[in-house]
């Protein structure tokens, strides 16, 4: 795994570090909780099977990654499809 130290900000895209390097599992950051975790929703909720677009998965930072370090290109706080 290739780990992360980044500090995300909510609004920032990211891409988890155990799905696949595709546009359309990108992830916005939504919100800081308490206990260090980040949650985060699927960028592109039209592209994916309904269940997994209405997903609001908690996640610790460390396991986000910057979608530009796998070549996928993003417009920064582009708004969820």
Do not use: C
Not at 6 to 34: M, S, T, Y
Not at 49 to 66: N, S
Request: net charge positive.
């Amino acid at each position: 795994m290739i780990a992360n130290r980044r500090q995300w900000q909510v609004g920032d895209l990211v891409i988890h570090a155990g799905e696949a390097k595709e546009r359309r599992l990108l992830r916005v950051v939504v919100a800081r909780l308490p206990d260090g975790r980040l949650r985060t929703v699927y960028q592109f909720k039209k592209e994916l099977p309904e269940a997994w677009a209405k997903r609001v998965m908690p996640e610790w930072p460390q396991r986000l990654l910057d979608p530009k370090r796998f070549g996928i290109s993003i417009a920064k706080n582009r708004r969820a499809a």
